[in-house]
């Protein structure tokens, strides 16, 4: 037998924990991602400001500076000043006013200024002190858009390896476009941001894993605690669930404590909930003393037949006995219903007995007819044409009693041959409320004479798919048995309808009349049994036959002098 498997379950309550950490998780780490992008954002808007401050701020001092040593050379040429052109005094003047000395400046003097350079498409024109190389306009369509556009651009690139904020604006001297000054900044408050924001990162990841790490540790913890209870309740419940699920009534009981396990099957079979017999004792389940009798024998298997909530039960009972940890006897009767099994048994016994003399009566019938009807043609014609001298009037009697015998003895025989060929089965729809109360006006007249009580209690409604004429049949048949059993004034005939599982129908028609004996009872749908003076014994037996043709089965069950009762079963379509 293959080990069950025992599934984990997440209690609702840990599967709230885990979601509330995975939220709070992808709610830090959002917060921080988000704050690292605004605040990017921020500092490259203020670096940009910065730069295209600094840059038009350079640009002017450029410009002042070029006018400045343009004036001076002017001044020079026209011997205003006491240097010469090519004075070296002069020359060292002018490269210490020049714009190669404001950029390095410029530079020198804020650190957060990597390079300053203006170059034109060919050359660097002038640049910081460190700066040699350049990438050129031509090659950038960054570069060659804001010369072409004389726009202010700014773009993060690399400069000698390192990562920079570069901002770019066309340089202009008295109106032509001489090149194109650029700055390069350093990204060191974005990094310094992103250094921030990262180890705030790092540490909500170490926290988070703390936390998490605690989490899974409560969690597992919680599981296995769930896991060793569901494995307890599982190993202390075992034997109540397959008590509880079991096709057979079980029942535990002791002396002193009454029935202590009472499962859902002997709730079926007793018609009791188990809050109803917990705590007595089984005599409150049957309502027979023979039963009582035959259930407290010490035999380990008995058969019972008895009756429960006014229903005969054919039941067949396992008694076992066991101790327990307190040392309390204590007594497991399982009982099986047979009752359905032991009904279908019989009609199978009867379908069979019926079968065979119904076989047998259609044979003898053939080999009866035609005498018969030789008998009768010959008396028929001797009554016509021959009459006797002497007593005529009695010849003529006995002739007609011969043929009204012959004939007799002929509709028995038809009587014979519909059972041994029973009709085919027309099943058509129609409405079972409506056809029962056209039986009870069919029978009015009867009913009124002998002051007879029918009753109908109708627990389902609706339309049932048999053969009309035949279930008429039956229902005559069984109405008028119960009409001659009970007694004139005091008469009643009950017939009920219930629902039952699977799509069918249990008809009851009860009476109170003299009953049935028992050793009787048993014959009754026999072929040819009768107990009446002027009965054939057909009539049950055709209803059991046309019962059978519904694919339905019938019973009995009586007491002498407690009337009788039949039940029959029916698919509600065919």
């Not at 640009?59 to 026209?78: C, W």
């Not at 007995?353 to 044979?363: C, I, K, P, Q």
């Not at 026999?526 to 043709?549: D, M, W």
Request: one cysteine or more.
């Amino acid at each position: 037998m293959k080990k069950s498997r025992i599934r984990t379950i997440i209690p609702d309550s840990a599967r709230s924990i885990v979601a509330i950490f995975v939220a709070l998780a992808v709610l830090m780490i959002a917060s921080a991602v988000v704050e690292l992008s605004q605040s990017k954002k921020e500092i490259l808007h203020i670096m940009e400001e910065q730069a295209h401050s600094l840059l038009e701020s350079i640009l002017v001092a450029s410009h002042n500076t070029l006018q400045t040593t343009q004036y001076l050379d002017e001044l020079a040429r026209e011997k205003i000043l006491n240097f010469k052109a090519h004075d070296p005094r002069f020359l060292e003047f002018k490269k210490k006013i020049g714009f190669g000395v404001l950029l390095r400046n410029a530079v020198s003097q804020n650190p957060r200024i990597i390079f300053a350079a203006l170059q034109d498409t060919s050359n660097i024109l002038a640049a910081s002190g460190n700066v040699s190389v350049l990438q050129s306009i031509l090659s950038s369509p960054f570069l060659a858009k804001a010369l072409n556009d004389s726009l202010f651009r700014t773009r993060i690139t690399e400069f000698d390896s390192t990562e920079i904020f570069e901002a770019v604006h066309p340089f202009v001297f008295n109106g032509q476009k001489i090149g194109l000054m650029r700055l390069g900044l350093s990204l060191a408050p974005v990094q310094t941001v992103n250094s921030r924001i990262y180890r705030r990162l790092i540490i909500i990841t170490i926290v988070l894993t703390l936390i998490g790490f605690i989490i899974f540790i409560f969690l597992f913890t919680r599981q296995r605690y769930f896991l060793l209870k569901k494995q307890y309740s599982i190993v202390e419940t075992y034997s109540g669930n397959i008590i509880g699920n079991v096709s057979d009534g079980i029942i535990v009981m002791d002396k002193t404590a009454g029935i202590k396990i009472f499962n859902t099957a002997a709730e079926q079979l007793f018609g009791k909930t188990a809050g109803e017999v917990q705590g007595q004792t089984a005599d409150i389940l049957f309502e027979q003393d023979i039963c009582l009798q035959l259930l407290h024998s010490d035999n380990a298997l008995t058969p019972l037949d008895c009756k429960i909530d006014g229903q005969k039960k054919y039941l067949l009972v396992s008694r076992s006995r066991f101790t327990d940890e307190d040392g309390i006897e204590n007594e497991i009767l399982v009982i099986r219903d047979l009752t359905q099994e032991k009904l279908l048994e019989e009609q199978m016994e009867r379908k069979q007995r019926l079968t065979a003399m119904g076989e047998l009566a259609s044979g003898v019938a053939h080999e009866i007819r035609n005498p018969l009807n030789t008998i009768s043609t010959i008396i028929q014609q001797l009554n016509k044409d021959f009459e006797p001298v002497n007593e005529a009037e009695e010849y003529h009697q006995l002739a007609g009693l011969v043929y009204n015998e012959v004939n007799r003895i002929n509709h028995t025989i038809q009587d014979f041959l519909r059972f041994s060929r029973p009709e085919p089965v027309q099943a058509s729809a129609f409405n079972l409320s409506a056809f029962l109360k056209e039986l009870k006006i069919q029978f009015d007249s009867t009913l009124s004479e002998q002051q007879v009580v029918l009753k109908i209690t109708e627990n389902w409604n609706g339309d049932v798919f048999w053969d009309p004429r035949q279930m008429r049949q039956v229902f005559i048949n069984l109405i008028q048995n119960a009409l001659q059993a009970v007694p004139e004034k005091t008469g009643e005939i009950h017939i009920s309808v219930n629902k039952l599982p699977d799509e069918e129908l249990e008809i009851t028609v009860k009476d109170n009349g003299t009953g049935i004996k028992k050793e009787i009872l048993a014959n009754i749908f026999n072929l040819y049994f009768t107990t009446k003076a002027k009965g054939t014994g057909i009539g049950l037996s055709i209803v059991q036959r046309i019962v059978y043709e519904h694919q339905g089965f019938i019973s009995a069950e009586s007491e002498p002098g407690a009337g009788a009762e039949f039940y029959l079963k029916l698919p509600i379509k065919i």
